[in-house]
DNA sequence: GTGAAAGCGCTAACAA
DNA sequence: TTGTTAGCGCTTTCAC
C-alpha cells in the first residue's frame, strides 16, 4: 500500500487544501500560485486575479513552515531579556511584537532570569527555530553563550555595548540628555543638594546614568559629596534603603533621583515611613517611565526610555545589519514628585521612623 | 549545472550541518539520527551514545522547520488577547509562555485590541503557523473570525464562556469565593454601606463580579442600593467617575470595591483627590492583584485571580483538548487600604475637592 | 510569462 | 534493531 503517496490518498475525504489543490482549482501550476501569492510581478494580471479568486474561494493559507524551509527564511526574530519581573519589559516586548509583526515577522521571546542555564535553552530554541535575527535586550552581556548565533552569523543587536562582530550592532541610549534636564530642573527649583541611588554596578546603563548624573550636576555647579550616593540594586527594596541612608546623614539631600523607577518606588514608600512628604518634604526623580509611575500618588516624576523607540531600533537593526541603528533618546516628564526643596532639612522632622509598616 | 542538487554542492566551504552530516560522521543513517533525537527507546543505546557524541562534538541542532513539515506538528501554540495595556496580560502572557516552553512548545502572541482587523490578521497568522492550539484569552467573545481556527478541528480555549463545540474548552473563574471573601473582611470592619464600580457590561468576567457582589453582600445582610453601583469600564477614569458619583450620593459608602485594579487605581486617585484618605475615611478593594498594586501607597487591597493559573490551565487544556480545565481560584489579599469604617460620613468632610491636579 | 521538476531537512513507512 | 526511501508543502531554477 503507497502509504503516503499523494496520487493514492485519493479517499472521499475533502483534499488537503494545499498550494497543488489550489493550482488545480484556478487552471494553473504551482510555481504560478506560487508567485502570485508572493507578489512576483512579472505574473500575468489577468492570471494572478483568477489565481487570487481561488484562494480566497477555498481559503487558502500558505503553509509558513514548508515556506521557511525551502526558502530558508524562518521569518522569526527572537528577543532575549534578562529579568522577567522587571516592568520595563513589558512595553519593550510588546513593542518589539508589533515591529516584527509589521514587517511579517513573527517573535519568539526569551528570558534569561540571569541564569545560565536558561540562557544557553533560549540559545538552543532560538537556533532551532531558525531564528533571521536575536535581540539581547539583557542591559548587561552574557557573552559567551551567545557564541553559537554570533558564529552562525545570525544578526544581533545589544543595549549600549556589546562584542565588536560584523553581525552585531548596537543601539546607544542617550542617558545624559534625560538626566541633564533632570538635573536643571531640580536645579531651577532651587535644589542643591541631590541625592543618587545607582542601579547594580555590573550593567552597564547603571553605570551610564550614574556618570551622566554627576556630570549634569558638575554642569550646573552642584556638588555631590560621596556619601550623598547609595549603591542599589534597581529594585525597590534597594530604593528603600538609599532613602534610609540618605536620611542619615547630616545633611540629607532635598531631592533624590533614581536609576530606575523601581528604586524610585521603594523611595517612595521609605520616604513616607519616614512620615515626610513628597514633594514637600523632598523631590523624586525615577528613571524608564514604566506604567506605574503615572498612577502611583503622588504620580512620579521620571525620564522617559521609551521601550517602544528601543524595540523599534532593534527590529529595525536586525532587518538591516548594515545599518548603525539610531540612537535612542531620553526625556523629562515632569509629574508631581517635585518641587521646591522644603527650608527645613528633611532628616530633622520629628518622625516616626516605623509607623506605616502594618496598618 | 544541477544546481541544489545535494551532491554536486561538493564545494570545499563547510557542509551544512544536517541530519546526513550526522549520520555520515557516527556512521549511521539518517533514520538512526532521527530516533536518536526524537528518543526512540528502540534505538541500541550503545549507538545511540555515539550518535549523541557526534551531535554535541558537531554542535548539531536540528530544524524544527523540517520537523514540523513532515510530522505535521508545528509545537506552536498560540494566544490571543483583547487589551495590550490592560496590566493584567503581562503575568498572563508570561505564564503562558513558561509553561509553553516548558512542555516543548513555542507561543504565538497576539492582540486584537477589539479590532475586527487585527483579530482576522491574527488568526491568520496562527493558521499560517500551523499552531496546534490557540487561547482566547479576551474576556470577551469575538467568535465569528474564530471560526476558521474551529473548523480546522485546531483546540482552543476560552476563559468564562465559549462557543459549545468539542475542540473547545473553557477556564471557569470562581470570582465568588474571593469577592465574598472582601466583602466578608469589610463586613468584619463594621462597613454596612458598599459601593461597587462595575466593569464594562459586555464582559462577562465584568458581569460575574457584579453578580459575585450582590450575593455576597445579601448573604452577609448588607443591603446594595441601586445608586451604590456605578457603571465603569475597567479604566483608572472610570474609577475616577465612580468615586466621584458614589462620593455625591446622600448616604456614601464607607468602602468601596472595584471590578478591577485599574478601576481602583483611578478610584484612589480621586479620593485623595477628594481630599479623603484610604483607609481612614473609606475603605477600598481591587480585582486581579496586577503588580502594580503592591507599589501604590497604600498598597491596594485586593482579590487575586492569578494569571499564572489561568494561563497554566489554558497550556493543559489544549493540550489536553478532551479533560476539562480545573477551575482558576479568586482569593482575598489584604494590604493596607481597608480599615475600619469612619464615624463621619466621608462625603460631608469638607474638602477642596479639586486640590491637587496639578501640583 | 508560465510550467516542470528538483529539492529544503526531516520523519515514518517499509524492508531487511 | 537499523537502513532505504518517499514525501511533508513550498520556492526556485531552468527550459520553454
Not at 142 to 163: K, N, Q, T
Not at 232 to 258: F, N, W, Y
Not at 308 to 322: E, K, T
Amino acid at each position: 500500500m503507497a502509504t503516503r503517496k499523494r496520487s493514492t490518498t485519493t479517499a472521499k475525504g475533502k483534499e488537503r487544501l494545499d498550494i497543488r489543490t489550489v493550482a488545480t482549482a484556478a487552471g494553473v501550476s504551482v510555481a504560478t500560485v506560487s508567485r502570485v501569492m508572493n507578489k512576483v510581478p512579472t505574473v500575468d494580471p489577468q492570471l494572478s486575479k483568477r489565481v487570487w479568486a481561488t484562494v480566497k474561494k477555498l481559503g487558502y493559507i500558505p503553509n509558513t513552515q514548508a515556506r521557511a524551509l525551502v526558502s530558508g527564511r524562518s521569518k522569526l526574530l527572537g528577543v532575549i531579556i534578562s529579568d522577567i519581573t522587571n516592568p520595563f519589559f513589558p512595553e519593550l516586548i510588546q513593542g518589539f511584537e508589533d515591529k516584527a509583526i509589521d514587517v511579517g515577522y513573527e517573535t519568539l521571546i526569551g528570558s534569561t532570569n540571569y541564569d545560565l542555564q536558561r540562557m544557553e535553552h533560549c540559545v538552543q530554541r532560538m537556533l532551532e527555530r531558525q531564528v533571521e535575527g536575536v535581540a539581547v535586550m539583557t542591559f548587561g552581556i552574557e557573552e559567551p553563550l551567545l557564541e553559537r548565533l554570533s558564529s552562525e552569523g545570525i544578526p544581533m543587536v545589544f543595549i549600549d555595548v556589546a562584542p565588536r562582530k560584523k553581525n552585531i550592532s548596537v543601539i546607544h541610549v542617550n542617558y545624559d540628555q534625560g538626566i541633564r534636564e533632570a538635573v536643571q530642573h531640580l536645579a531651577a527649583l532651587g535644589h542643591r543638594r541631590i541625592g543618587f541611588i545607582t542601579g547594580p554596578p555590573r550593567l552597564h546603563s547603571a553605570n551610564a546614568r550614574l556618570n551622566a548624573f554627576l556630570s549634569a550636576t558638575e554642569r550646573v555647579g552642584i556638588r555631590v559629596p560621596e556619601m550623598c550616593i547609595f549603591h542599589g540594586d534597581h529594585t525597590a527594596e534597594g530604593g528603600s534603603r538609599g532613602v534610609e541612608h540618605l536620611l542619615s546623614i547630616k545633611q540629607p539631600p532635598t531631592a533624590i533621583m533614581c536609576s530606575n523607577d523601581m528604586s524610585a518606588l521603594g523611595a517612595m514608600h521609605a520616604i513616607s515611613r519616614a512620615g515626610l512628604s513628597i514633594p514637600a518634604d523632598i523631590s523624586l526623580i525615577g528613571f524608564d517611565d514604566i506604567q506605574l509611575t503615572e498612577y502611583v500618588l503622588p504620580p512620579l516624576t521620571t525620564i522617559r526610555m521609551s521601550g517602544r523607540d528601543i524595540a523599534a531600533s532593534a527590529v529595525y537593526a536586525l532587518l538591516n545589519p548594515g545599518i548603525a541603528p539610531k540612537q535612542v533618546e531620553t526625556n523629562l516628564v515632569v509629574r508631581q514628585t517635585t518641587g521646591v526643596p522644603s527650608k527645613q532639612t528633611p532628616g530633622s522632622k520629628p518622625a516616626a521612623r516605623k509607623s506605616a509598616d502594618k496598618a
